[in-house]
């Protein structure tokens, strides 16, 4: 377990050749001016019976607002996790006092159940019903499938989730060492 501790560790860290980073350059992007936007994510620890969920919230200028890394018992699905990591962001924003955020996630398959009208008949509808109804407690809110590339803060959150006791959070702050990838993101 402490290898695959280890291993994490590096995977998370691992600084991409600067011939990589030219050729991949994909970078978060900035919400529209007064809105905040909240990055999501979850990964899936299968060895330990856990998962983790990772959510960074920023302002309009990329500053953090805060950061969240919480881990969980093992979902049915990487879906499952998803639209906990998604449900688990909301509450967040609405702890925070925010009101209008954009919420960013990298599975296409939840955003898409999020944003239709259709009831969702999964193992984790009854998640995807309740993050609707939590919309109406947002002046504005939105939900955007990203590239896992502009989610990246948010699956290191993620992925970090299995070091924690529980759930860790940062207000207007990140752990120091998930700096290397914020300064990344919006460089």
């Known amino acids: ?10 995977d998370v860290h691992a600084q991409p050749t ?21 990055n999501f994510d979850a990964a899936l620890f299968e060895n330990s019976n856990l998962a983790g969920i990772g959510v960074v919230i920023r302002d309009c200028n990329g500053n953090i607002i ?18 906990l990591a998604a449900s688990r962001a909301m509450t967040f924003a609405r702890e925070l006092s925010l ?10 398959r939840i955003i898409k159940a999020i944003n239709t009208k259709e009831p969702c008949h999964t193992l984790f ?8 109804s939590f919309t109406s407690s947002f002046m504005t809110c939105n939900f955007q499938h990203v590239k896992r590339e502009r989610n990246k803060l948010a699956h290191a959150l993620a992925r970090r989730a ?23 993101d919006l460089a």
């Open 99 to 108: 009101f209008k955020v954009t919420f960013e996630g990298d599975c296409l």
């Open 162 to 184: 299995v070091v924690s006791a529980d759930t860790d959070v940062w207000v207007e702050e990140l752990p120091v060492d998930l700096d290397d990838v914020f300064n990344l």
């Open 125 to 132: 509808g009854h998640i995807i019903e309740e993050i609707r």
């Open 66 to 83: 805060g950061a969240l890394s919480q881990k969980i018992v093992l979902p049915q699905s990487i879906e499952h996790a998803e639209a």
């Open 1 to 10: 377990m402490a290898k695959d501790l280890v291993v994490e560790f590096f």
């Open 18 to 38: 600067s011939s990589e980073v030219q050729r991949h350059r994909v970078r978060w992007t900035k919400p529209p001016e007064d809105f905040y936007k909240a």
